[in-house]
């Protein structure tokens, strides 16, 4: 089945700092990735859709210059949390759907759990 | 935001029973999925409804899907302590998946 790999699965880091996250598709092209914040024991929550090409669509309250997103391939999308701070601390998933097959379903990452000290 | 809710919280069972949890939404759909996710890990693709379907089974899963009443249901049959984990809905609408609060599930060895 498809694939979907984040790097790295876990990031340590110190208050201001940026740190980079990047979720590759590994045997199918994703025109489009979404990228989720999870905080423990609460649900997924959508962050942004990235488009290869394009700029990428922020939800409603995430801040587009806090988290930046680049999607300059068809089999990768990289999240930047610039100027980390502890409350940025969270489980990232992102997902990609599979187009031209079963599109409806979405194939998620293993997630990067991100500590801020 | 979310799109609703998922009941119960929380559920602890015996191996071999039977666990059920609900999820209500609050706009039109596409599809319902339904997925798992171990602790500290990423989600795994269980089942999909689409909006005009009523039921469907996979294995030991059995999910309905009431769109008048806009909520599914999933149904995990003859529990494995394996099946411990979380279970999320998640609701289709145009090119979003929007997920639902999630239910943890304890399945006692």
């Known amino acids: 089945g498809a694939v979907v790999s984040q790097h790295p699965s876990w990031v340590i880091c110190k208050s201001g700092t940026s740190v980079k996250i990047e979720c590759r598709s590994l045997d199918f092209q994703a025109t489009t990735m979404f990228w989720y914040r999870q905080f423990p024991k609460q649900s997924l929550m959508l962050m942004a859709t990235?488009?290869?090409?394009?700029?990428?669509?922020?939800e409603q309250g995430v801040e587009k210059d806090k988290f930046l997103i680049n999607h300059a391939s068809l089999t990768l999308s990289t999240l930047t949390v610039t100027s980390a701070h502890p409350e940025d601390s969270s489980f990232y998933i992102c997902s990609a759907p599979l187009a031209g097959g079963w599109k409806d379903t979405q194939y998620f990452g293993p997630g990067t759990r991100l500590t801020v000290l | 935001s979310q799109q609703g809710e998922e009941d119960p919280q929380a559920l602890s069972i015996q191996e071999g029973e039977n666990a059920t949890m609900n999820c209500s939404y609050k706009t039109s759909i596409n599809n319902l999925q339904w997925y798992r996710q171990n602790s500290g890990r990423g989600l795994v693709h269980l089942i999909l409804?689409?909006?005009?379907?009523r039921e469907k089974h996979s294995g030991r899963l059995r999910v309905t899907l009431d769109t008048s009443k806009k909520s599914s249901s999933l149904l995990i049959t003859a529990s494995r302590a394996a099946d411990t984990a979380s279970y999320f809905c998640?609701?289709?609408?145009?090119?979003?998946?929007?997920f639902g609060g999630g239910t943890r599930v304890l399945v006692k060895p």
């Open positions: 409804i689409r909006s005009n379907e």
């Open positions: 990235s488009n290869e090409g394009s700029k990428a669509t922020y």
């Open positions: 998640a609701t289709r609408t145009g090119n979003k998946l929007t």
